[in-house]
Structure formats: C-alpha cells, structure tokens
C-alpha cells in the first residue's frame, strides 16, 4: 500500500521560512516523479512544483518560482519542499502526491502552513 | 481564479446521474488528453476518480466515467449514492510552462 507522510507544517511569519517533508513508503520510489500540491483554506486545488524521478529536473508554477525549493533523497524515500519568503497567500495545506504519467495517483494526507504574524 | 471552470455546485438524488463540466482552453484540456479527475471528502486528501480524460484506476466504481468535447471535459457520476457526497476537481496537464492547472471543483449534493 502506498503511503505518503507530509511534515514539517507550522505557523511561520510573513518573510520567514519553513521545510516540508514527506516520507514514502509502498512504492519504489526512485522510480517516480513527486509532487507538491497545495489548498488554500476553503478554495481549489493549486499545483505547486514537481521533481522527476532521479531529482534530475524540477517546475515550479509561477507564484513560486524563486522562492520555493523541491528535493529529494531518494535514499531516504523522503520529498522536500523548502519554502522561503513566505507570503499570507501561501496559507495552504499542502499535499504530495506521486505522479504518473500526467496525473497525481497517491496523496498523503496534508500538513497546514499559516503565514500569518 | 483558478484556471479551469468548474460550476460551484451540482445536485441529484441517489440512482441518478449528474455530470460536472471542466473547462479550460486550447493550451490545456482542448491540447491534451490528460485530464484527470479527483474526490475529495471534508477533511480528507483527494483521491484519483478518472485519469487520461477516460480512464478508471483500478479500485474505483465504474459509475464514475470521464469525458472530453474540444476544450471541455465532464465527469459523469451514474447510480448515484449518498456516498458520493464530496467536491471534485479536474486537473489537466497544460505543457510548459504551466504544467498542471486545476478548476475550482465543484461540491456534490445527494439530496
């Protein structure tokens, strides 16, 4: 069974910073490609950044590029998400899923970031 | 604003059918066939309905089917049953530089 395990959320001040982790169990994960994803509360869903099975290459939507960070080690079978300059709109839980192909097959079960002072 | 549309809302009673619409535009559902659609219950993680506009992971009822007309694609939800209370969201693949964009999703009532 594949299980995915977000940590690392908290309350953090406008401009500070905070790393997100996400162990893996269930799966190879070396083979595949992990995402972030995040859920302001009570809105949508917003694709946050991916990094390709080896860490090789990553992509970031605009409203975090250069200013969010994604990693991995897969010796570890732990994802990261290190997040600078955090902003109030960046008040989100925020998911990793394992992609295939072009969609999110697996979800873990959140962790709450507040930006808030 | 999310980047597809998604109505906020739809409704049925159980045993019937309701269909949710997802659109986007030439640059990401009419582009690709990679639309995929996710159940979300209250408090709890989405999970993988549809993926590849049509097609259903193994596991999940073959009462929930995808669909896609040029930059419009729907989810259709047959036999309906109070369980299938939750939002739902699409997601298409949208190339670079955008990826993956989602809509809004759309809250399920089962009257």
């Known amino acids: 069974e594949v299980r995915l395990l977000e940590s690392g959320g908290g309350l953090v001040q406008p401009g500070g910073s905070l790393r997100l982790s996400c162990a893996a169990s269930g799966f190879t994960f070396s083979s595949y490609s992990m995402s972030w994803v995040r859920q302001a509360p009570e809105t949508g869903l917003e694709w946050v950044s991916t990094?390709?099975?080896?860490?090789?290459?990553?992509y970031y939507a605009d409203s975090v590029k250069g200013r969010f960070t994604i990693s991995r080690d897969n010796s570890k079978k732990t994802l990261y998400l290190q997040m600078n300059s955090l902003r109030a709109e960046d008040t989100a839980v925020y998911y990793c899923a394992k992609r295939v192909g072009f969609y999110f097959d697996s979800w873990g079960q959140g962790t709450l970031v507040t930006v808030s002072s | 604003q999310s980047a597809l549309t998604q109505p906020r809302s739809v409704s049925g009673s159980p045993g019937q059918s309701v269909t949710v619409s997802c659109t986007g535009t030439?640059?990401?559902?009419?582009?690709?066939?990679?639309v995929s659609w996710y159940q979300q219950h209250p408090g709890k993680a989405p999970k993988l309905l549809i993926y590849?506009?049509?097609k259903g992971p193994s596991g999940v009822p073959d009462r929930f089917s995808g669909s896609k007309s040029g930059n419009t694609a729907s989810l259709t939800i047959s036999g309906l049953q109070a369980e299938d209370e939750a939002d739902y969201y699409c997601?298409?693949?949208?190339?670079?530089?955008?990826?993956?964009?989602f809509g809004g999703g759309t809250k399920l009532t089962v009257l």
């Open positions: 990094i390709t099975d080896s860490g090789a290459s990553t």
């Open positions: 590849d506009v049509n």
């Open positions: 030439s640059s990401d559902v009419g582009a690709y066939n990679y």
């Open positions: 997601c298409s693949h949208a190339g670079s530089p955008t990826y993956w964009v």
